[in-house]
């Protein structure tokens, strides 16, 4: 009788395997490391790697899961930066810059001043 496999520990291995993909950019795009990264990241959770695919095989949201961070590990992502850094809170790109204009500088050229 085979044992189930929980989701957690199968995106546990799946996370694990694409962080050592991450930090290792010059080899990540052999598609030997990335199963042997697999392999490793599996034996580690204490399954084999055949328990890890076919429980994958069987569920098509990690599958997908799967394939897309192992992309992502490989490819790299296109996040540009800290989120804290580039985002709506911070309009200037600066960390903590958090004021905000209420006009865009340019429109407050071509209004007429008031009567």
Known sequence: MATEISRALLI???RTAAEAIRHEPTRAEDPS???HE???ASKLAGITPEAFDRAIDLDPELELLKITALIEAVAGSTDPGPHDAISRESPSGKPGDLTKEREHPER???HDPPR
Do not use: M
């Open 108 to 110: 407050r050229l071509h």
């Open 12 to 14: 546990d291995v799946i």
């Open 33 to 35: 490391v990335v199963a």
């Open 38 to 40: 697999l392999a490793r």
